[in-house]
């Protein structure tokens, strides 16, 4: 339990950060189920969602070693 308390700080940027990463990850993998595009736009589309996942990845982590006990 402390190890998600860690985590959930709202008060620091970093919180938001990977929030709003992980959140557009979330939601152009969604869209690009839901629209069915074509191969190069859904190519485009998941490189755009790793690119999400990777910054989530970082700002997480950032939250994790700023919240050490």
């Known amino acids: 339990m402390v190890r998600l308390r860690r985590l959930?700080?709202?008060?620091?940027?970093?919180?938001?950060?990977?929030l709003v990463f992980n959140g557009l990850s979330s939601l152009v993998t969604a869209l690009a189920h839901s629209m069915d595009?074509?191969?190069?736009?859904r190519?485009?589309?998941?490189?755009l969602a790793l690119v999400n996942v990777a910054a989530g990845a970082?700002?997480?982590?950032?939250?994790?070693?700023?919240?050490?006990?």
Request: proline share 12%.
């Open 58 to 69: 970082f700002w997480t982590h950032r939250l994790w070693l700023q919240t050490k006990p």
């Open 8 to 18: 959930w700080r709202p008060d620091l940027p970093a919180f938001w950060m990977a």
């Open 37 to 41: 595009p074509a191969s190069s736009l």
């Open 43 to 47: 190519l485009m589309l998941a490189g």
